[in-house]
Each structure stands twice: as structure tokens, then as C-alpha cells.
């Protein structure tokens, strides 16, 4: 029998578990128990999702140029720092990149925040979750790179010296598989131990403690969702540039 921490999960599990067995086929694969096949970590994801659509789908109803909205200039501020970072990092080219970057951020900080709701948990402490938001990026920037510079992106493997090139290979793959963890760990081990912490204190103490804690949780999420979309970025950057 699976443990679930969210009120969500157990609902789908005793109503739609055969939609559930049925999604998770079409991928070929099974629940390790067939009658407990929504995870929290994949629930968790889907409303995040879905709180997204909701809230783009009113976002996009409400845009005004005369008369902007709280959520209007949320989201533009949003949109503002990601670019400005995003012309740091990558330059002229930034604008072809930002809505992947934004996305990261949203979906990245919405997964982190959750954890704060009673009853909900933050789908970015499953390290399946940073995993595979670290695979798109990893497959991301090699994909501009490959695109952008067909031959440079893939010669840059090789060194600036031909004689150095047996050496250098290997090292070079290293260094761009480690990306990927890097960017796993970090956002994983961060979301984690925060989660652990904040449950440790909130079972101390039920006045002073959840608000300093929460607000913790809170710094935490976007110092994390910032990191996240900065690296990202660095290596677009890098993947692009035209000393290749």
C-alpha cells in the first residue's frame, strides 16, 4: 500500500484508478500497485499545469494596454526580468529563447510553492520531477547549438587543437552530462530538505515558527526557479555563441 501525502491523489485513486492503469499503459508502463496508480508527484504536476492554463487562459481575457490588471503586471514583471536576464546571458539572440525560459520559471516556482498549501506537496522534491526539467534543458541547448552551428557545435568537442582532440572529447562529454545533474541535484536537494525542514519546525511549534519557515519556503522557491532558468540560460548562451 502506498503512503500518499495529498488529499488529491488518494480522490483520483479511488475514483479514476483505471484511467490511471490506462495512462500509464500507453506509456508501458505499470503502477506498482494497480489500485493506487496516481503518484503525488505526477498529480502535483498536473495541477500545476492546469493552474497555468487557468491562469494564462484569464490572463490573456484581461489584457488591456489602458487599463492593466494585478495579474497583467505580474506577469509582465515576470516577463521583464527573464528578458533582461536572458539579453545578459545570450544577447541579441535572447527573444528566439524566452518563452521556454519563462515557462521553466513559472512551472518551476508553481511546483515549489504548492508545497505550501495544506494538503498539497511540492512535486520539484521527487527527483524525477528536477530530473527531467534538467533531460529538456540538456536537450535543449545541444538542439540550438546543433541548429545554429551544425559543424562548430560539434568540432568545439574536439578542443582548438587537433592534437589535444582525444583528450579533450571525453572531457568535454563529461562536462555536458554533469550539466544535467548538476541542475537535478541542485533544484532536488534544495526543494528536499526544505520541505523536511518545514515539516520538522511546523510539528515544534504552531505560532511563531510556519510563518518564519513558510517565508523561507517562499525565498527558497524562487532563489531555486531563478538558478534553475539562469543556468539554463548560460548554457544556451554558450551553445549559440559565435566563437563557435
Known sequence: ???????????????LAGLGNSL??????????PKEPWA??????????????????????????????????????????????????????AHHHIFIFETFFI?????????????FMSPTQVVYVPAGLALLSFAYYNFQGLKKH?????????????AMAPLMLPI????????PLSLTIRLFANMYAGEQLTIVFLSLTYLVGPV??????VFV???????????????VGGAIAEEH
Do not use: C
Open 1 to 15: 500500500m502506498i503512503t500518499h501525502e495529498t488529499w488529491l491523489a488518494q480522490f483520483l485513486n479511488a475514483h
Open 24 to 33: 500509464l499503459a500507453l506509456l508501458h508502463r505499470t503502477a506498482a500497485d
Open 40 to 93: 503525488d508527484y505526477i498529480v502535483m504536476q498536473i495541477l500545476v499545469a492546469f493552474i497555468m492554463v487557468t491562469l494564462f487562459a484569464l490572463l490573456r481575457s484581461s489584457l488591456s494596454v489602458d487599463k492593466p490588471g494585478t495579474l497583467q503586471h505580474l506577469f509582465e514583471m515576470i516577463h521583464e526580468f527573464i528578458k533582461g536576464q536572458g539579453d545578459d546571458q545570450m544577447g541579441h539572440d
Open 107 to 119: 512551472f518551476i516556482l508553481f511546483s515549489n510553492l504548492i508545497g505550501i498549501i495544506p494538503g
Open 150 to 162: 551544425p559543424i562548430q557545435y560539434g568540432k568545439h568537442f574536439l578542443g582548438p587543437i587537433p
Open 172 to 179: 568535454e562529454i563529461i562536462s555536458h552530462l554533469a550539466r
Open 212 to 217: 518564519v519557515f513558510m517565508g523561507l519556503h
Open 221 to 235: 522557491s524562487l532563489l531555486q526557479s531563478y538558478i534553475f532558468v539562469l543556468l539554463s540560460m548560460i548554457y
